[in-house]
């Protein structure tokens, strides 16, 4: 089976894909990889990525990570942990799809084929804004590619903007994102210094959230008794 499709065992073998037709399936040696720091999990569950690392110690990578050819190196699309555990557990050839696609097609490929990157909003977050940065784009055309609407990448992008510490404890309590939808409105107003001061040591979302309600009444009473004076 190994002898049907490229092997890409060291740096030197990537000459090899300069003249292929992509996509193209290859054996390629986790360590000629290389992952960009931009596009790589940060938030990562725990559970699941020991889950995973014993899912290829019993039977390999069953999913092809998929590989970008760029600018003469070999870019992870989707697939990076199933590498990084393929290379700890020894494996030294991952059966693997290759394409060749511009930078920001890579962007959003990497979001449209990472099924761990959309359900989580920080690291999701994180490649929206890298394209809102890095790209031409409106925010309605960011929505239009990724099926998604304007509010859904205001959101991303207000989620990105937060400090590393509100980011940190959202991670903590598993955000998932109508409670960063929920959360982020209440926000308003405040700095990021005020927010981590006020939240930062509750321990689940109901003492977070009680806080901000809490919050929310108070400031509406304000608000209230100053039209009334």
């Known amino acids: 089976m190994g002898e049907s499709f490229l092997a890409i065992k060291s740096k030197e073998d990537l000459k090899k894909l300069e003249d292929s037709s992509f996509p193209v399936f290859a054996w390629v040696n986790p360590r000629v990889v290389t992952v960009t720091p931009d596009f790589q999990r940060v938030y990562l569950n725990q559970e699941e990525f020991k889950e995973l690392g014993e899912s290829v110690g019993r039977a390999g990578v069953q999913q092809p990570p998929t590989l970008n050819f760029l600018k003469g190196e070999l ?87 937060l400090s590393d510490g509100l980011k940190k404890l959202f991670s903590m309590l598993n955000f998932s994102l109508r409670d960063y939808q929920t959360a982020l409105p209440m926000l308003k107003g405040m700095s990021y210094e005020e927010a981590e001061k006020l939240l930062g040591s509750c321990k689940t979302k109901q003492e977070l959230f009680s806080i901000l309600n809490n919050l929310k009444g108070q400031t509406e009473l304000k608000m209230g008794e100053a039209t009334t004076t």
């Open 75 to 161: 870019v992870v699309v989707d697939g990076t942990q199933r590498l990084k555990h393929a290379e700890a557990k020894g494996i030294s050839q991952v059966l693997c799809k290759i394409i060749k696609v511009d930078v920001l097609t890579h962007a959003f490929l990497s979001i449209e084929l990472n099924k761990h990157v959309k359900e989580n909003p920080l690291d999701l977050a994180r490649r929206v804004a890298w394209i809102k940065r890095h790209g031409k784009f409106t925010i309605e055309e960011i929505g239009r590619r990724l099926g998604k609407s304007k509010g859904w990448v205001s959101t991303m992008l207000q989620i990105d903007e």
